[in-house]
């Protein structure tokens, strides 16, 4: 006795036959027609959230499976009116600093059912022309690591764009933000080493367009002046390994002595400050210079650096980009405008062993009575 199918397992090999003889795509009207259900049904079945019974629900994904369908996004946005793509603008520095960053910020997009479409910046001021790339898109929001002017925003303003800007803020507007507080994240580096007795301090600084890198050297600088402590001699970095060596170098030339301690812009400059001091200056880290960077990047916890350094929590903070992201797309979508929000979160210290952080009574590098070793300069 033969035993025969199920009738829509018999019902989906004639329809494949069908879409086969016509050379055409397999549609959600085709599933409808297997699984013996509206169209709409069909749609419920595969929109996160929607109502819909067990019993349709299994139907209709034994007919998609039998079919070898799979969902139209690009359709599926015309109805709804959501691409469910979400635009990350970052710069190539950022992504090099926070390599976890990306990762998170997509794991946290995906699970709420959108996906990212990623937007790279050789330099913070090349956003003009990622933006054009943006509006074509129609994405239905973008989380921006990135700084944007006032005009930029505007412009978001007026397409009633969803915008997110991360680890960035803008001083005269209020935009919904999540960011690291930059400006304490330079003030603790200073306040840590002046208790423990560093007076002469060199800042070697990020890039001129970089509002993080900015933010912490005022912050480092506003520190300073309370304390009543000497202004910082201040030299630029492009925030790479060689801005390290080289800055070192100027701020020594400048000073005309090695400093108490260095602060830098990045770990990344820190690293090269630091192998600079030690290799070809012959420096005494942390005995004659203390020396501590920002970001806690992978290498600066490798044994031989171990670096004194300052962490953003990444995970928590791209979390939070993503919450607030979908929140602000689900308001537009109801016809609710919320006010902004600026989410901070604080950088937490890692105690490295590149500064000194506990006052000491006799420095090394220096004689009994304090007199400096000195370096030179080649």
Same mark, same amino acid.
């Given at each position: 006795? *033969? ?23 397999? *549609? ?91 937007? *790279? ?57 999540? *960011? ?199």
């Amino acid at each position: 006795m *033969t035993t025969s199918k199920p009738t829509v397992e018999i019902s989906a090999t004639e329809h494949r036959a069908i879409i086969a003889r016509e050379a055409r795509r397999v *549609t959600s009207y085709d599933v409808a027609i297997v699984a013996g259900v509206s169209q709409s049904a069909v749609s419920r079945c595969f929109k996160p959230g929607a109502s819909v019974s067990k019993a349709t629900y299994a139907r209709v994904m034994k007919a998609a499976s039998l079919l070898d369908y799979i969902p139209n996004a690009a359709a599926r946005s015309l109805i709804t009116r959501r691409s469910n793509m979400v635009a990350v603008i970052i710069t190539n520095q950022a992504n090099l600093y926070y390599p976890e960053l990306l990762a998170e910020l997509s794991q946290q997009i995906t699970a709420r059912g959108k996906r990212v479409l990623l937007f *790279t910046l050789a330099r913070e001021t090349d956003v003009d022309r990622v933006l054009t790339d943006v509006w074509q898109f129609q994405v239905d929001g973008v989380i921006a690591a990135a700084r944007l002017s006032d005009e930029h925003i505007a412009e978001f303003e007026r397409r009633h764009m969803p915008l997110v800007l991360f680890n960035r803020a803008l001083r005269h507007r209020v935009v919904n933000t999540v *960011t690291c507080d930059h400006l304490e994240a330079g003030r603790t580096l200073v306040s840590r080493l002046a208790a423990a007795g560093h007076r002469r301090f060199g800042i070697i600084a990020g890039t001129e367009d970089s509002s993080v890198a900015n933010e912490r050297r005022r912050g480092a600088c506003e520190r300073l002046a309370e304390l009543g402590l000497p202004p910082p001699v201040v030299v630029p970095g492009q925030s790479d390994y060689r801005s390290g060596g080289a800055g070192l170098k100027a701020i020594i030339a400048q000073m005309g002595d090695v400093p108490d301690a260095i602060i830098c812009g990045s770990d990344v400059m820190a690293i090269g400050c630091l192998d600079c001091a030690r290799h070809e200056l012959g420096i005494d880290v942390p005995g004659q210079l203390s020396v501590a960077g920002f970001d806690a990047v992978e290498p600066s916890n490798w044994l031989s650096y171990n670096l004194t350094t300052l962490r953003q929590p990444m995970p928590k903070m791209a979390a939070s980009a993503a919450d607030l992201l979908c929140a602000v797309i689900d308001g537009h979508e109801h016809g609710s405008d919320a006010q902004p929000q600026r989410r901070v979160f604080n950088a937490q210290f890692i105690e490295g062993a590149t500064a000194r952080l506990t006052p000491a009574p006799a420095r090394a590098g220096t004689s009994g009575t304090g007199v400096r070793t000195p370096v030179a300069i080649m």
